[in-house]
């Protein structure tokens, strides 16, 4: 927008002829037309920007130069460190005045704006620093590391600094630090503490001193650990020991935006990626609305205390609210969600939008907020370089902004303004407002608080335990227990809210008693985190949403009780939606890799493999699909865990030992792996394949290892990283015993050795299980030879008698030695009828049928195994679908009883009985009965 003397308020009017005829009086010529409204514009807008002119006339022409091009950055003559000063300031006076062109002229929007006085921040930080640091050089000498390099001041930078939304006369946020200790090397020495000490006060004294000249930048080092008391430079290992053992709440939110800014960039940067655990915790972390709380309270205490109420950065509505709810959300998430970890506001915002945190139409009126606000904060600061953040009450100053920025007037301007600020506040309250679930009854929260001294079974029974006594037992022994009496006040006062919330929700839970011991058994284990309390307290639908899961599977809550990251599931929207597809839940797992710690990748791995299995539990609880897919989808995350953890242990190899160059190495899985019905907490069943290249006698390392070592080497390490207890628990238990010769065999078979046993040594069992098997890992063309093993094996042409015999033979052994059925109850698996009878069914099919119909080498699952073998005519069409049902059925069954930790011994219900007869038949029909 520019003004031309039509669009000019007489108000005003006297005001731009004063301003333009004095700028008249230093031009070598009169102003060109084309600029006067731009002019006018600026005359209204800025003393600052029109005193720059007056002070420096030759500026005027390169802002007006072909798109306002950047002011070339001074020299600074290190024979003349008294110049500096008046070097720095005329520069930062001469860009600022830039910026506001800019803007006045279109050619930066608000973001463009805030990066480019960022950047005019940074620049005038390292050129300070550079010649400062030139200055030390010769004077003191350098601090060189434990390798003789030099070591460089680091510079963080805090706030709107380091997310790069400086506003135009901010003051800059500034944390100083080295990577460690020692002494300078010159003619007068310093220790490193003191020498980077006395460079950073340096180099805030050159930015931040009031001269003739002005000033280039205010300088706050008040964040710094310990804050004024505190020294002003640390070592980077004095700052892990500060945020390990003094870090507040509200630093978590100081450094979430954090950025090396001048010096070692690198090195800051690095080190940065070492505090992220503390900014950023692995769990869901509402403590951050706690730290939030109190920030705020303080605010709103100086707000009201000193008046602020026209603060459009402190007050209510205003741009602190916006950044502190951004904020909050990504501390409560981001240990979790790496996408959230944003500096940059805007960025932040739309990636909570992404990621359902923030609706988004709250998410573009937040947007749209922000913007207003922080144009405004601009322009009240761009009118005489005053950090202000509070609307003027000068009649005149207040024309001056609303007409800059395009309002007719004042109050046109105060009621947009209002507008958005009602905006904020709702969302900030929405926030911060004390989460309002289904309140407990008075008499369970007076019944807790009277305990241990109380007791009460008669109202626990009123209220619906069936075994009060015991209840009141459990409860008394927990009250008195070291973990709740060790707890502090505030996290003593979320566990009176949670807990009498907790036990109405288990009264009205089918199961009362065992959602008390559930409930009690998983508070033990999160008392030492008192995060998992306070999500509790503040999301009161994860409460009622954990009772009822502990109610309804034991297995579930032992897991919760073991990892209690797991609570977070229960607020990820994710949890209740579709589940990745197998490509998905391989890149998940594969985030690992980008990891450089070994211990941190494999619990990284073990969390994501928990909190998938666990969606997959959830969907299948709350019936949203079938165990045929919840075991199929669980093969394949193991599937993709396995491929995750071959690319870890290749990659110690290759470290270790070198390569075996043109080496082959492939896993195969067998069993409910291969066969995509993997059960929760089922084993894998892997064989390990390779094969070499002749003429490679040895890896190429520095420690090198002959190939039939090195495979080995290869393959006992993806057994150890899949069996290694870590913070998470372990991936999974390891069987290879289905290897050629078995426990007797080689771990590790070649291609040939596997293929030679295959075709001369392998029992028909072994066939069998050869039907479900499949690649799973490694190498593609490796896979695919043993594809063609496979189909070899399983498709050549078989004597009838002695396949059915060997198949009889072999079920009626494992009948007897594995059944656990009774008079009442099914073995689901190993029962007459059961899973094991459909499997045999089904293996026995392939290897009669497959010489003529290869197309049944094809599928490996049981729902496509039945469909192959009804096409090639081994099972009527009738036969097939009643088999899909009882598979099904069983398959349902089985795994309601593995998520309720109760054995898969099921009392015989028509379902069942339906299931069992269909297989039996099935089996009858084609000439193997079984039972």
């Known amino acids: ?47 600052f920007a029109l005193d720059t002119l007056v002070r420096q006339p030759a500026l005027l022409a390169q802002l007006a130069a072909p ?17 500096w000063p008046a070097q720095i300031r005329r520069w930062r006076t001469a860009m600022s005045t830039r910026l506001i062109w800019r803007d006045l002229a279109g050619l930066d929007d608000v973001p463009q704006t805030l990066a480019g006085a960022t950047t005019l921040a940074e620049d005038c930080l390292r050129l300070a620093l550079d010649a400062l640091q030139r200055e030390f050089a010769q004077r003191h000498g350098v601090i060189a590391d434990e390798h003789g390099n030099p070591q460089q001041l680091v510079v963080f930078g805090l706030g709107k600094l380091g997310g790069g939304e400086l506003n135009f006369s901010s003051d800059v946020d500034l944390v100083y630090a080295y990577p460690q200790g020692g002494e300078s090397d010159g003619p007068r020495p310093l220790a490193a503490e003191e020498y980077f000490a006395r460079l950073g006060q340096r180099l805030a004294r050159l930015l931040d001193e009031t001269t003739v000249d002005g000033f280039s930048h205010r300088v706050d080092l008040r964040l710094r650990p310990f804050g004024s008391a505190g020294r002003v430079a640390l070592s980077f290992a004095a700052m892990d020991q500060y945020f390990q053992r003094e870090g507040r709440d509200w630093e978590r939110y100081a450094w979430l935006k ?125 009118l005489r370089d005053a950090q202000t953040h509070v609307l003027p009450s000068d009649a005149l100053d207040r024309e001056r902004i609303a007409v800059g920025l395009g309002y007719p007037d004042w109050d046109v301007l105060r009621a947009a303004l209002a507008v958005q600020q009602q905006r904020v506040s709702t969302e900030f309250a929405a926030l911060l407002a004390p989460r309002k679930g289904q309140a407990a009854p ?90 998992y309390l306070a999500l509790l307290d503040e999301q009161p639908s994860a409460l009622a949403r954990l009772v009822d899961v502990l109610a309804r599977s034991a297995l579930l809550a032992e897991r919760l009780a073991a990892y209690p990251l797991l609570l977070d599931e229960l607020l990820d929207v994710r949890v209740s939606g579709p589940m990745p597809d197998a490509a998905g839940m391989l890149a ?47 093969a394949e995350l193991a599937q993709a865990v396995v491929v995750t953890v071959l690319a870890m242990a290749e990659a110690d190899m290759h470290a270790a030992h070198g390569e075996i160059a043109g080496g082959r190495f492939a896993i195969i899985g067998y069993g409910s792996l291969g066969g995509l019905e993997l059960g929760f907490g089922s084993d894998l069943d892997l064989v390990f394949l390779h094969d070499n290249p002749a003429g490679v006698d040895a890896s190429d390392g520095a420690r090198p290892l002959e190939p039939g070592r090195w495979y080995a080497r290869l393959a006992q390490k993806v057994m150890a990283l899949l069996g290694a207890v870590t913070a998470a628990g372990r991936l999974y238990d390891i069987d290879v ?101 459909l499997e045999f069914l089904l293996q026995t099919g392939v290897l009669a049928r497959s010489a003529q119909h290869v197309a049944l080498l094809q599928p490996r699952d049981t729902p496509s195994l039945i469909d192959a073998l009804a096409v090639a005519g081994f099972l009527p069409e009738d036969t097939a679908q009643a088999l899909h049902g009882a598979h099904a059925t069983l398959l349902d069954v089985g795994l309601a009883c593995t998520l309720d930790r109760r054995p898969r011994l099921a009392p015989t219900t028509p379902a069942i009985e339906e299931a069992c007869a269909a297989i039996t038949a099935a089996c009858i029909a084609a000439e193997l009965p079984f039972a």
Not at 597 to 606: C, F, T
Not at 624 to 630: E, H, I, N
Not at 758 to 765: G, Y
């Open 442 to 531: 008075d008499a369970l929260a007076n019944y807790w608080r009277s305990l241990p001294e109380g007791s009460n079974a008669p109202l626990l029974a009123e209220a619906g335990f069936l075994d009060a006594n015991g209840a009141d037992q459990s409860l008394r022994d927990f009250a008195q227990g070291t973990g709740v009496k060790s707890l502090s006040d505030a996290a003593r006062a979320r566990l009176d809210r949670v807990l009498p919330a907790l036990l109405h929700a288990a009264t009205r839970s089918p199961q009362p008693d065992a959602a008390l011991k559930r409930v009690l058994g998983l508070l033990q284990a999160v008392l030492r985190r008192t995060s």
């Open 737 to 837: 015993r289905l290897r050629p010769d078995g426990g007797k065999g080689s771990l590790v078979s070649s291609l040939a050795s596997y293929t030679e046993y295959q075709r001369e040594r392998a029992w028909t069992w072994e066939h069998q299980a050869l039907v479900r098997a499949r690649g799973v890992a490694g190498d593609a063309s490796l896979l695919a030879d043993f594809e063609q093993v496979r189909a070899q094996t399983l498709g050549r042409e078989r004597d009838p008698g002695v396949l059915y015999a060997d198949v009889l033979k072999m079920r009626g052994r494992m009948r007897t030695e594995l059944d656990r059925s009774d008079a009442v109850r099914l073995d689901l698996k190993q029962g007459a009828g059961g899973v094991v009878d």
């Open 258 to 382: 954090a950025r090396a800014v001048a010096g070692d960039i690198e090195a800051g940067e690095a080190w940065l990626q070492t505090l992220r655990p503390f900014v950023y915790r692995r769990y869901l972390d509402f403590t951050a609305l706690d730290g939030l709380r109190e920030m705020k309270a303080a605010i709103t205490a100086e707000v009201a205390r000193r008046e602020l109420h026209d603060d459009i950065k402190r007050g209510a509505g205003g741009i602190r609210e916006i950044e502190f709810l951004c904020q909050a959300l990504q501390l409560i998430r981001g240990g979790r969600e790496p996408a959230l970890r944003e500096r940059r506001l805007l960025v932040a915002l739309d990636a909570l939008v992404a990621a359902g945190q923030i609706a988004p139409e709250d998410g573009s009126a937040l947007r749209e907020a922000y913007l207003f606000l922080r144009r405004l904060e601009n322009r009240l600061q761009m």
């Open 588 to 634: 998940e797992c594969q985030q690992v890799l980008a990891v450089e710690d070994p211990e941190s990748a494999l619990r990284w791995l073990n969390e994501t493999r928990l909190a998938l299995s666990f969606r997959l539990a959830m969907a299948t609880l709350d019936g949203r699909q079938g165990a045929v897919d919840s075991t199929r989808q669980l």
């Open 1 to 47: 927008m520019t003004l031309t003397p039509a669009d000019l308020p007489a108000s005003l009017q006297p005001l731009v002829d004063r301003v333009l005829a004095r700028l008249a009086q230093v031009l070598p010529e009169p102003v060109p037309a084309d600029l006067l409204p731009l002019l006018n514009q600026l005359a209204v807008a800025s003393d």
């Open 67 to 83: 798109g306002c091009p950047p002011i070339p950055t001074p020299v600074l003559d290190p024979l003349q460190p008294s110049d």
